[in-house]
Structures are given as structure tokens and as C-alpha cells.
């Protein structure tokens, strides 16, 4: 049997002045540890649900899902600090995180994962949902203290809401769009 052909996740899409003010983060504050891998510009984005693997079939159903968001408004979103996670001394994944309010991505968030249960596309998740953009992951042992790092606040307006098949390769995982929905 096969691998089925999509790893599928649905995300929010980073404007081009967002992605350049996170590799400012990325060059000011994370560059010089060797024990971190940075996020590559092209894969920046905001997560709102990691679907897993699934056939073609169900990235259809994923898809339209997409098409179904009701309220397409778009919508602010400011970066203001950097997190590590999880949360202790040695975090696998360095995230730019959002001021709060963040309740229309949360809403966003909500309204997608309801209707990927309910095609039993999508378990959800116990832990709250955390909306933040991994700008570099952990080779080990690293010396940066996410808290501890103060930095330009990152803002921009959310007009693009993606499905992805991210494509894993020995160089990283490649995110391929497959379907967008415009916020307006």
C-alpha cells in the first residue's frame, strides 16, 4: 500500500512585509546559534490546522471546506514577541507570537476545525490552539531565551487563508498552495 499523496494543513498566509520583518527577527536574534534551524521565508505562516496525511479524496473534502469560511473578512495580526515551545529550557520550536486579542484568527481557527470534524478530516486538539508563526526549530541544545528577547513589533493584515500539502525532503518539507480563499 502506498503513502497517501497529500500532508495537507490549512494556514494563514503571511504578506511580503511580515515575512521580511520575521527574517529581521531571524537574522537580529536567532542567526548566530548553530543549534537552531531557521525557517525558510517561503514557509512562514500562521497554522489554523495540521491535517495530516490523506488521500485525494479528502484534500478535495479539506478544500472545500476552505471555500465554506463564512466570514471572510480580513483581519490584524501583530507579532510582538518571540515564544519558545514547549515552554522550559529547551524549546524544539522558536515562535513569533501574537498580542492578544487575537479573536478573529481564534474564530478563524474555530469555524474551520468544526467543519473538518465534522468530515472527520481533523481530530481536534486537546490543547488550546496557539497562534503563532515557527521562525526556527531546535537541533538541540540552544542558547536563546525566547522571553528574554525584545524586538520591532511585526504587524500586517491577514488577506489570504491557504490549504497546503507540505512535501517532506532530506533538505526539509517543501509547502506546495493547493487552494486560497481571499479575506477581504
Avoid at 56 to 65: G, I, N
Avoid at 132 to 158: D, L, M, N, Q, Y
Avoid at 174 to 179: N, Q, V
Amino acid at each position: 500500500m502506498s503513502a497517501a499523496p497529500y500532508r495537507l494543513f490549512i494556514a494563514i498566509e503571511l504578506p511580503g512585509d511580515a515575512v521580511r520583518g520575521l527574517v529581521r527577527w531571524q537574522r537580529l536574534h536567532l542567526a548566530d546559534d548553530p543549534a537552531l534551524r531557521l525557517t525558510p521565508a517561503e514557509q512562514l505562516h500562521v497554522t489554523l490546522a495540521f491535517l495530516g496525511e490523506m488521500d485525494e479524496r479528502q484534500q478535495e473534502q479539506a478544500a472545500d471546506q476552505l471555500e465554506r469560511i463564512e466570514d471572510r473578512s480580513a483581519f490584524e495580526m501583530t507579532a510582538t514577541r518571540l515564544a519558545g515551545l514547549p515552554k522550559g529550557r529547551n524549546p524544539r520550536v522558536i515562535a513569533a507570537a501574537f498580542a492578544e486579542p487575537v479573536n478573529r484568527p481564534r474564530q478563524l481557527h474555530d469555524e474551520l476545525v468544526a467543519g473538518l470534524v465534522s468530515k472527520r478530516l481533523y481530530r481536534k486538539e486537546r490543547r488550546p490552539w496557539f497562534p503563532h508563526v515557527t521562525i526556527a526549530r531546535s537541533r538541540g541544545k540552544t542558547r536563546i531565551r525566547p522571553a528574554e528577547i525584545v524586538s520591532e513589533p511585526v504587524k500586517f493584515t491577514a488577506v489570504r487563508v491557504t490549504l497546503y500539502n507540505s512535501i517532506l525532503k532530506p533538505s526539509g518539507a517543501e509547502h506546495r498552495p493547493l487552494e486560497s480563499v481571499q479575506l477581504t
